[in-house]
T-cell receptor, first 113, second 115 residues
Framework: GESVGLHLPTLSVQEGDNSIINCAYSNSASDYFIWYKQESGKGPQFIIDIRSNMDKRQGQRVTVLLNKTVKHLSLQIAATQPGDSAVYFCAENPYSGNTPLVFGKGTRLSVIA | DAGVTQSPTHLIKTRGQQVTLRCSPKSGHDTVSWYQQALGQGPQFIFQYYEEEERQRGNFPDRFSGHQFPNYSSELNVNALLLGDSALYLC??????????????FGDGTRLSIL
């Protein structure tokens, strides 16, 4: 993944609003993508995944959209809550199977109560 | 159902020393991957173990080595520590799949500080 330095992109959202976090991935051959949430002092927590044969997948309060044409991934969080405040990473699996994850630039989500 | 567990949670070492970090995978998982996460950055892949062998390796020097045990737990060893090795070291486990990717589940990491 690319290094992002100490200053992550930040998204500030009012509690109750919807959040959209975007990610550009690098490898057009990637066939599997994951969104992770990382809270301070914790490891990345799996949120949702999507395979390249899909363009949308929904979970509980979250939706992931995949646009392979422009190599873009987005995570939508409905009715954002203070507990959603964290750094969010997208990760791609460049090849099928057990290849290592390549992480994108993280985005810090701050929820304003 | 226990998730991925790592020990210790924090560690302070000095330059030139050696360190061993430990990881127990999530129940039912057989593959362990190690990542290094510098402050403010995304995790960077170090290596992956399956069937007690290193299967893949990222762009890390030979000072970084590992081991996987028959019970699937794993160790990460770093020799001749440098200041730049200060980071959060994450262990992720998954079920080995040759064709269909599966999510990797992470532990909370070991915070290593080099003085």
């Amino acid at each position: 993944g690319e290094s992002v330095g100490l200053h992550l992109p930040t998204l500030s959202v009012q509690e109750g609003d919807n959040s959209i976090i975007n990610c550009a991935y690098s490898n057009s051959a990637s066939d599997y993508f994951i969104w992770y949430k990382q809270e301070s002092g914790k490891g990345p927590q799996f949120i949702i995944d999507i395979r390249s044969n899909m363009d949308k997948r929904q979970g509980q309060r979250v939706t992931v959209l995949l646009n392979k044409t422009v190599k873009h991934l987005s995570l939508q969080i409905a009715a954002t809550q203070p507990g959603d405040s964290a750094v969010y990473f997208c990760a791609e699996n460049p090849y099928s199977g057990n290849t290592p994850l390549v992480f994108g630039k993280g985005t810090r989500l701050s929820v304003i109560a | 159902d226990a998730g991925v567990t790592q020990s210790p949670t924090h560690l302070i070492k000095t330059r030139g020393q050696q360190v061993t970090l430990r990881c127990s995978p999530k129940s039912g998982h057989d593959t362990v991957s190690w990542y290094q996460q510098a402050l403010g950055q995304g995790p960077q892949f170090i290596f992956q173990y399956y069937e007690e062998e290193e299967r893949q390796r990222g762009n890390f020097p030979d000072r970084f080595s590992g081991h996987q045990f028959p019970n699937y737990s794993s160790e990460l060893n770093v020799n001749a520590l440098l200041l730049g090795d200060s980071a959060l070291y994450l262990c992720a486990s998954s079920l080995f799949q040759t064709r269909s990717s599966q999510p990797q589940h992470f532990g909370d990491g070991t915070r290593l500080s080099i003085l």
